[in-house]
């Protein structure tokens, strides 16, 4: 018998565990403390913590087992050369042309919580709500990778479609999380994907990967006004539908 159906017949496998689990008790802990950095130090992530992030990630379940992703990561010169160029390219006025469609609108609640997130972030480093200059500047560290020293690229198979893009939605989920257990900080952001055709030139991507989002990462600068804010959840009630009869 091999050792996934031993695991897989294994009763203890089956058992919920109590609230005061270690594990339950782990995961909480790195959902709260995970957050979005928009600044970081120039400290290099050690290379064998890229790679220990990046196996974890890889446990990600998929889509008929597809694992459609494929990351390319960036550090030292790399990353430097990356930024420079998307970051010229941007704020040349370089027109948005995403492999994925923008969502139509943001409406009712969604654009509640948008919202919401952007006036705590504008807030935190001084912008306020007439300053289109300073939101502009904001809105271009984007391009800079708010400084990190890493950035990790996601690319999807395009055959595979929406299934493809949403698994590679729970790899970065996991990416983060994996990031955060060892201590590094990070930031989703799709705004690198607004210039897909730049990022698939630069690192001379095939014409069958899209362009996901990428993930800038490394340690967060807790001085900097821009981390010094947290985002919001819905409570269950208002995402939550039970139906039991």
């Known amino acids: 018998m091999n050792s996934n159906m031993s695991e897989e017949r294994d009763p203890a496998w089956h058992t ?8 339950s008790r782990t995961l909480e802990a790195l959902l709260s403390r995970r957050f979005s950095c928009r600044a970081f130090l120039s400290d ?11 196996e974890l990630a890889q446990r990600t379940a998929t889509w008929c087992n597809t694992q459609p992703w494929k990351v390319w990561v960036t550090g030292g010169a790399s990353t430097e050369r990356f930024r420079d160029a998307l970051y010229r390219h941007a704020q040349g006025g ?5 492999d994925i469609a923008w969502p139509r609108e943001y409406r009712g609640i969604y654009l509640e919580r948008r919202r919401d997130a952007g006036f705590k972030l504008h807030a935190a480093v001084g912008i306020t709500r007439s300053d289109a200059e300073g939101r502009q500047r904001q809105l271009l560290e984007n391009y800079r990778l708010f400084g990190a020293p890493h950035m990790a690229l996601i690319t999807t198979d395009e055959a595979i479609g929406t ?24 930031i989703a952001q799709a705004a690198i994907a607004h210039h897909s055709p730049f990022v698939r030139a630069h690192f001379g991507l095939p014409d069958d990967r899209i362009v996901v989002c990428g993930i800038s990462f490394g340690y967060a600068d807790h001085s900097h006004p821009a981390n010094g804010f947290r985002t919001s959840r819905a409570d269950l009630d208002g995402v939550v539908t039970w139906v039991d009869d």
Do not use: K
């Open 94 to 98: 370089a027109p948005s042309a995403p």
């Open 163 to 186: 299934y493809g893009v949403l698994d590679c939605g729970a790899y970065v989920s996991n990416f983060l999380l994996a990031a955060r257990a060892f201590g590094v900080d990070s």
């Open 16 to 23: 919920p565990p109590d609230e005061g689990d270690g594990g």
């Open 44 to 54: 290099q992530v050690p290379h064998a913590t890229i790679v220990r992030i990046l």
